[in-house]
Protein backbone atom coordinates (compact mmCIF):
# COMPACT_ATOMS: atom_id res chain seq x y z
CA UNK A 1 0.00 0.00 0.00
CA UNK A 2 1.56 3.48 -0.54
CA UNK A 3 0.17 6.56 0.30
CA UNK A 4 0.92 10.32 0.99
CA UNK A 5 2.77 11.59 3.78
CA UNK A 6 -0.85 13.95 3.99
CA UNK A 7 -3.28 10.72 4.13
CA UNK A 8 -0.72 9.18 6.57
CA UNK A 9 -1.16 11.99 9.32
CA UNK A 10 -4.54 11.49 8.69
CA UNK A 11 -5.16 8.36 9.89
CA UNK A 12 -1.81 7.33 11.67
CA UNK A 13 -3.13 5.40 14.31
CA UNK A 14 -5.29 2.92 11.81
CA UNK A 15 -2.44 2.95 9.77
CA UNK A 16 -0.12 1.70 12.43
CA UNK A 17 -3.15 -0.65 13.76
CA UNK A 18 -3.47 -2.19 10.52
CA UNK A 19 0.54 -2.69 10.10
CA UNK A 20 0.78 -4.66 13.09
CA UNK A 21 -2.45 -6.92 12.32
CA UNK A 22 -1.27 -7.34 8.71
CA UNK A 23 2.21 -7.38 9.00
CA UNK A 24 2.76 -5.75 5.68
CA UNK A 25 4.81 -2.59 5.26
CA UNK A 26 3.27 0.96 4.43
CA UNK A 27 4.91 3.25 1.93
CA UNK A 28 5.02 6.59 1.94
CA UNK A 29 5.95 8.91 -0.82
CA UNK A 30 7.36 12.46 0.93
CA UNK A 31 9.04 15.07 -1.54
CA UNK A 32 9.47 12.11 -4.58
CA UNK A 33 11.46 9.67 -1.89
CA UNK A 34 10.16 6.63 -1.25
CA UNK A 35 9.81 5.69 2.57
CA UNK A 36 8.70 2.42 4.15
CA UNK A 37 7.09 1.88 7.54
CA UNK A 38 7.37 -1.89 8.22
CA UNK A 39 6.49 -4.11 11.88
CA UNK A 40 9.89 -4.75 13.25
CA UNK A 41 11.07 -8.32 13.91
CA UNK A 42 11.39 -9.04 17.32
CA UNK A 43 14.77 -10.90 18.18
CA UNK A 44 14.55 -13.25 21.49
CA UNK A 45 15.66 -11.87 24.24
CA UNK A 46 18.39 -14.08 26.12
CA UNK A 47 17.90 -13.01 30.00
CA UNK A 48 21.65 -13.21 30.23
CA UNK A 49 22.90 -11.67 26.98
CA UNK A 50 23.92 -8.49 28.91
CA UNK A 51 25.97 -10.56 31.49
CA UNK A 52 29.62 -8.95 32.26
CA UNK A 53 32.11 -11.45 32.64
CA UNK A 54 33.90 -11.79 36.31
CA UNK A 55 37.40 -12.93 36.13
CA UNK A 56 38.19 -15.47 38.90
CA UNK A 57 34.42 -16.20 39.84
CA UNK A 58 34.15 -20.37 40.32
CA UNK A 59 31.59 -21.70 38.21
CA UNK A 60 30.36 -24.90 38.87
CA UNK A 61 28.15 -26.11 41.14
CA UNK A 62 28.99 -24.91 44.54
CA UNK A 63 28.77 -28.52 46.59
CA UNK A 64 32.41 -29.37 44.70
CA UNK A 65 33.78 -26.07 46.84
CA UNK A 66 33.08 -28.64 49.86
CA UNK A 67 35.66 -30.99 49.10
CA UNK A 68 37.94 -28.26 48.17
CA UNK A 69 41.75 -28.53 50.07
CA UNK A 70 42.34 -24.71 51.16
CA UNK A 71 44.83 -25.89 53.80
CA UNK A 72 47.43 -24.68 51.60
CA UNK A 73 46.33 -21.71 51.33
CA UNK A 74 45.39 -21.04 55.12
CA UNK A 75 47.79 -18.87 56.40
CA UNK A 76 46.16 -18.70 60.14
CA UNK A 77 44.54 -16.26 61.96
CA UNK A 78 47.35 -13.48 61.92
CA UNK A 79 45.76 -12.79 58.61
CA UNK A 80 41.90 -12.26 59.30
Same mark, same amino acid.
Given at each position: ?????????? #? &?? +????? =?????????? =? +? !??? $????? &?? %? !? !??? $? !? &?? $? *? %?? $???? =??? #??????? *????? #????????
Amino acid at each position: MTMTITELRA #N &LY +RVLDE =IIATKKPIEI =I +R !KGQ $HLKIV &LE %K !K !KPH $H !K &LA $H *L %KP $HPGT =ICG #NPDDLIH *LNWSE #NWQGKDEI
